[in-house]
């Protein structure tokens, strides 16, 4: 891996703890390329005890990064995001050497991070406070906003670049220190982070990464620890929950962005050949490993066959293989299980009378974790996806007849993360954008995702909101002071 990098140096297996690179009490967990099977670095696996020092690191440096002008904050987060764009080659092959997208789309993924730690520290310049008449002639009330004190994060495998930024960023903006333990999977992409970050000129114990192997010791340390005052979390719905509880004890502040089932509809009178190609990007980016990927697919009965049959066209178009290689659309999954659950939701779907129109097959490709991509029709609401999230490259079409029907099966999900939809009769667009019970409706479109605008979920999806000018409240407290003139 390291030759295949331009600045080798941005390769670090060590953790970043109060400005100082440190090895694991625990010696070194290994880091697999999915694509090749291989083991290509070995990281610190970080204890508990080592994880509280570096919580009480980032209490001692939070208080003097407080007191940085937002200006002054912003500048050096304008030269941490600068240097991930310089640099955005190198972390792009790092993502895609340890996650397994394809290195366009791990460089896409950088330029998304990168988007976070420039938008927020522009917003770091204009965290206003508000003044309110008072009550009483006597009296004058000030609304200040100020930093919440250590944050502690934790985030997934599947854009291991930019879940960090979406929450370190505003975080640092904000005034708040930040540690971050990265998913097992995917460290590398964290600890060049931490290595920028001390390039950018962010004080030492502001910014801190904590590798280790052990999810839920670590989870506990962030929870039970005095000095850290708020929780940022990406994951499953079942991990956020255990979260939650065990926060309670402190009563933390949460911010949660879990799992999702998207629905992904396409109306009588959408654009067939818009749908198809929104429904490939909502669908297969990242091989199906995002939480706002599309995973019901809902199309209305007059153009059912024309849209199955043109998606399963443009389906087989994808190549598959090693992210690394130029042309290709479908890198492996992250790993064995991840195949499982995909063939266990092929196997439930035609169980129960669904028709695998596309794939349905092994596995392939030896030592990666490559599985073809698969397309059932025929697909009915007891089925396994209805439910639960698939996460992998399986497209199931659903069939309905009218409005009021899929508005209905839409809506019947614990989840509430992103939704979809292709239609062009207007009073149908924004009856439809209201009903759907989602933190977001992505309308004609299948992507959604940007720094600017407010992401999260309603229903068991999670709590708040990460990303635009809402994202930065998620780390801050609201200060009423009353004066008697
Ligand atoms: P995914 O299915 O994306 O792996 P998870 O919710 O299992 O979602 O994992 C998201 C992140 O949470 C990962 O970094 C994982 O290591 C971490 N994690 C898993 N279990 C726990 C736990 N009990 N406490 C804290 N973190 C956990």
């Known amino acids: 891996l390291k030759s295949m990098l331009r600045d080798p140096s941005l390769l670090c297996e060590r953790a970043y703890v109060g400005g100082e ?23 610190a696996d970080l204890s508990r005890a080592q ?18 002008t937002g200006k002054e904050r912003a500048a050096v987060l304008r030269r941490f995001f600068d240097l991930m764009m310089e640099n955005q080659h190198d972390l792009g092959v790092i993502l895609t050497a340890e996650q397994g997208k394809p290195l366009a789309e791990a460089k896409g993924e950088v330029a998304y991070g990168a988007s976070f730690i420039e938008f927020f520290g522009e917003e770091a310049k204009r965290i206003y406070g508000e003044t309110i008449p008072g009550h009483q002639r006597d009296k004058r009330i000030t609304v200040i906003k100020q930093p919440i004190g250590v944050v502690a994060s934790i985030t997934p495998w599947n854009f291991p670049n930019a879940m960090i930024t979406r ?25 060049v982070m931490g290595l920028l970050a001390e390039r950018a000129g962010i004080p030492a ?88 990927c599309a995973n019901r697919i809902y199309v209305q009965s007059g153009v059912y066959d024309a849209f199955a049959a043109k ?19 479908l890198g492996p999954l992250i790993n064995a299980d991840a195949i499982t659950k995909v063939q266990e939701h092929v196997a439930d779907a035609t169980a129960k009378g669904a028709k695998v129109i596309l794939g349905g097959g092994e596995p392939t490709q030896g030592a990666g974790y490559f599985l073809p991509p698969t397309i059932v029709t025929g697909c009915t609401q007891d089925m396994a996806f209805a439910t639960d999230e698939t996460f992998g490259p399986l497209a199931p079409l659903f069939r309905f007849e009218t409005e009021d029907d899929v508005i209905v099966m839409a809506n019947d999900t ?72």
């Open 311 to 329: 998606l399963k066209a443009a389906v087989e178009k994808l190549r598959m293989g090693d992210g690394m290689e130029e042309g290709v659309a």
């Open 21 to 43: 690179w440190v090895d694991g009490d625990n010696g070194t967990f290994e880091v697999t390329n999915p694509a090749r099977g291989d083991v290509i670095a070995h990281v």
């Open 414 to 485: 614990i989840f509430g993360l992103a939704s979809y939809f292709y239609a062009k009769d207007l009073s149908r667009v924004y009856k439809v954008a209201e009903a759907l019970e989602y933190g977001i409706v992505g309308i004609n479109t299948g992507i959604i995702s940007t720094e600017v605008a407010p992401f999260g979920g309603v229903k068991q999806s999670g709590l708040g909101r990460e990303g635009s000018h809402h994202g930065i409240e998620e780390f801050m407290e609201m200060k009423y002071i009353c004066m008697s003139v």
């Open 205 to 292: 114990g502001v910014f801190n990464i904590v590798t280790s192997s052990r999810a839920s010791e670590i989870g506990k340390e962030f929870c039970e620890n005095p000095a850290v005052r708020k929780i940022t979390f990406t994951g499953s719905t079942e991990v956020g929950r255990i979260l939650l509880r065990q926060a309670a004890d402190q009563v933390m502040k949460c911010s949660m962005e879990l799992g999702g089932n998207a629905p992904f509809i396409v109306f009588d009178d959408a654009d067939l050949d818009a749908a198809v190609e929104g429904a490939i990007l909502c669908k297969f980016r990242n091989n199906g490993q995002t939480c706002v």
């Open 51 to 68: 994880v509280a020092r570096a919580i009480a690191s980032a209490e001692a440096a939070q208080k003097e990064w407080a007191k940085w």
């Open 167 to 191: 929450k370190a960023a505003p975080a640092l903006a904000a005034g708040c220190a930040f540690v971050g333990r990265p998913a097992t999977e995917t460290p590398l992409s964290a600890t």
